[in-house]
């Protein structure tokens, strides 16, 4: 069973998400109202996924941010799923540019679909990337001059805003309804046209569109 550690200084929050996570099927070790004991408790409990708030105490800025880094570089290998109230594109890339695997960024409003949520922990725990798909329509929304975007059919930025969110081929196929075949070949075209380096690796390719799609 996914051993869980979340952190929120939201109480009433905390314990519905508390209660979805393990009605979904995964273990909550424990909980957090600050940094400080979100620390702590990974240290105690070596968790497979913390999911920590952006903003908590005292500052309510960018300290869960922060922690989420400090824990990925002294635990490399545990996944971590950022939540946030609101659309916060900087902060979504940032968090994966240096190794997207097992890190993911959600709103809020995302997680109150408990469905979504499991989802959502789940590729972590397995290694894989996530990422809002409300983030992925800003950063696809934004005025560019002359963007190779221009370039991609209604269906290629549609796949593309899906390998973003950091789903697989199948997973784009099944979200889709198309056929795997249909789905390689539309991602081909997307790399071609964006003339980004293809590769096998979800979380990679993930890197490699947020990387294209950043605010500036």
Avoid: C
């Avoid at 998400?17 to 940094?35: H, I, K, N, S, T």
């Avoid at 105690?44 to 824990?71: C, F, K, Q, Y």
């Avoid at 971590?80 to 097992?102: K, N």
């Amino acid at each position: 069973m996914t051993r869980i550690v979340l952190a929120d200084d939201a109480v009433l929050l905390r314990e519905a998400l508390a209660a979805g996570l393990r009605a979904g099927g995964f273990e909550v070790v424990g909980q957090a109202a600050d940094v400080d004991g979100l620390l702590r408790l990974v240290e105690a409990e070596s968790p497979d996924v913390v999911v920590v708030d952006v903003r908590m105490p005292p500052t309510h800025t960018t300290e869960g941010l922060e922690a989420a880094r400090a824990i990925r570089a002294r635990h490399p290998g545990m996944a971590i799923l950022v939540l946030s109230q609101y659309v916060e594109t900087r902060y979504a890339v940032d968090l994966i540019r240096d190794d997207p695997a097992g890190i993911g960024y959600l709103l809020k409003d995302r997680v109150t679909r408990l469905d979504d949520l499991a989802d959502a922990v789940r590729r972590v725990a397995a290694g894989g990337s996530v990422i809002d798909p409300e983030v992925v329509a800003r950063l696809l929304g934004r005025p560019r001059r002359h963007s190779p975007l221009d370039e991609l059919t209604s269906r290629e930025r549609e796949i593309l805003a899906l390998m973003a969110e950091g789903r697989s081929n199948q997973g784009i196929a099944d979200r889709l309804v198309l056929e795997l075949k249909t789905v390689e070949g539309h991602v081909r075209q997307v790399f071609s046209k964006l003339d980004l380096e293809p590769s096998s690796e979800d979380h990679r390719r993930v890197l490699a569109v947020l990387t294209f799609l950043k605010p500036e």
